[in-house]
């Protein structure tokens, strides 16, 4: 079983900057992809970017070039750094971690950016 907890989310103005922290609590499975994924109002979940083991990273087109994801492997955490915030960037953030053979979500962290 693998536990997630996000963290780090908040009020912050337009145009500045949040880092989430993301630890993955785990029995002895490793920790393979980690993700990041936010809802904002109204629309579905969607992913933001993942991070492999080995530091590869992948961003979906509305963040590229605004947000960066890092990892920790010895913590089982990772970091989504957030920069140049703007009011459509508002919603809840999640964190995913995979094992081998399975998904685990956290509880959200929420994001609020204010115009």
């Known amino acids: 079983q693998v536990r997630v907890v996000e963290s780090g989310g908040g009020l912050v103005q337009a145009g500045g900057s949040l880092r989430l922290s993301c630890v993955a609590s ?6 393979t992809v980690m993700g990041w994924y936010r809802q904002t109002p109204g629309n579905r979940r969607e992913s933001l970017g993942t991070i492999f083991a080995d530091g590869r990273t992948f961003y979906q087109d509305p963040v590229k ?17 957030m920069n140049n915030l703007a009011p459509t960037d508002t919603g809840v953030y999640y964190c995913n971690a995979q094992t081998k053979i399975n998904s685990f979500w956290g509880q959200g962290t929420q994001v609020t950016v204010s115009s």
């Open 65 to 81: 070039g605004r947000f960066t994801i890092s990892r920790d492997n010895s913590q089982n955490a990772a970091y989504l750094q």
């Open 26 to 31: 785990t029995s002895g499975d490793s920790i």
